[in-house]
């Protein structure tokens, strides 16, 4: 079979690090269709749109897709981000961050963590209004029970699936009651379907403390919104940082879109300078969940060998351009699917 697969590059340095990603597959003994789909302000100066409903069709029509990063123009009123558009239109409700020790001395080591993000409502629902002239500004914190249930279940199968552990919930129903509230209860009652993985609550406020204290008693997080997208990012930085965290946009029969989680850092754009390693793992999961689980894992042990071997880009204390790491990583494939 062939896997068709939408490549959005994006801008900035995600038109340098998607063509990396891209290399990486087509090393495998897999056949893929890539097609390219237009996003981001460029876009948008272009067309007057930064997501062209047909890019939407494509990813509709793809069997996966690669984002790479885009640019967010400063103070473009109504201008919405396409890649949180486009979550939203395709309905990905949750967003997974796998966070592993990387054998690099910036990563703490012990760390084993997948993060599990509501992705479409709570906070970041997009319903905010102006009241009283100005004085009074209103951003809505929107849960529903669907919302709940589906992302607590996608958690808890997720763990269940990689013979993870412990699931750990992060709410503030101390103080949001009603939302957080309900997270919580759905949470606990769920949870008692899956007796093999031990419940574990938390308040959001102490999880951040614990994560910098004891980052290696946790193993899956799950959590809403905005929680998720803090805790994430604190996450990949115990780990090693923006160079090589990276996630995936999934939803309902597993379809998902994978990226980096970094932006588009404009001051490194066209200069070959980027860490692609962010992007070829958002690959790797990609594959992950495709079922190709061997040649996931080929990338993967093919990435740590480059870094363990100090083999990287400058942001990892490295001297090599972006290609030229990928080729490292490229030689290093080579050997191991020869081997095996
Ligand atoms: P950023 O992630 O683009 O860059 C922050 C800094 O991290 C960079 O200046 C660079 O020092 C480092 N960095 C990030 N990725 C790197 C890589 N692959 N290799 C080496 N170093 C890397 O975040 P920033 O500067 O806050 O935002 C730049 C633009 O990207 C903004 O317009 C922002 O809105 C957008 N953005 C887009 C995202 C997306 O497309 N998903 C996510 C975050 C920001
Ligand atoms: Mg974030």
Redesign the pocket.
């Known amino acids: 079979m062939t896997y068709k697969i939408a490549v959005l590059p994006?801008e900035?340095?995600g038109e340098d690090?998607a063509p990396e990603s891209i290399k990486v597959l087509k090393e495998l003994p897999i056949d893929f269709e890539f097609v390219h789909g237009d996003i981001g302000y460029e876009t948008y100066q272009k067309s007057g749109i930064a997501l062209p409903d047909k890019t939407v069709e494509l990813v509709k029509n793809s069997d996966s897709a690669l984002f790479g990063?885009?640019?967010?123009p400063p103070n473009i009123p109504g201008y919405k981000s396409p890649?949180v558009t486009l979550r939203k239109r395709l309905n990905l409700y949750a967003n997974v961050r796998p966070c592993k020790t990387f054998p690099t001395s910036i990563s703490r080591e012990g760390i084993d963590i997948i993060v599990v993000r509501e992705n479409t409502e709570g906070l970041y629902s997009g319903i905010e209004r102006v009241e009283d002239g100005g004085n009074r500004v209103i951003t809505e914190r929107v849960f529903t029970k669907t919302g709940c249930e589906r992302i607590i279940r996608y958690g808890l199968e997720l763990a269940k699936k990689n013979g993870r552990k412990k699931a750990t919930f992060v709410h503030k129903a101390n103080v949001m009651r009603e939302t957080c509230g309900m997270f919580l209860r759905m949470s606990q009652e769920i949870s008692k379907e899956y007796p093999e993985i031990e419940y574990d609550e938390r308040i959001v406020d102490a999880m951040t403390m614990q994560l910098i204290k004891n980052p290696e008693i946790f193993d899956v997080i799950i959590t809403t919104n905005m929680f998720g997208d803090i805790l994430s990012d604190e996450c990949s930085m115990l780990v090693g940082g923006?160079?090589l965290a990276y996630s995936g946009n999934i939803g309902d029969n597993n379809f998902g879109v994978y990226?980096?989680v970094?932006?588009?850092?404009?001051?490194?754009a066209g200069k070959n300078v980027?860490?692609a390693t962010?992007m070829i793992l958002a690959a790797k999961f990609m594959l992950q969940n495709l079922g190709e689980v061997k040649y996931a894992k080929i990338i993967e042990d093919s990435v740590l060998k480059t870094i363990s071997e100090g083999k990287t880009?400058k942001?990892l204390g490295g001297t090599l351009s972006t290609t030229d790491m990928t080729d490292v990583i490229i030689g290093n494939m080579r050997t191991l699917l020869n081997k095996g």
Do not use: Q, R
């Open positions: 994006g900035g340095i690090v990063a885009v640019t967010t890649i923006l160079g990226e980096p970094h932006g588009s850092a404009p001051k490194y980027a860490n962010a880009t942001d």
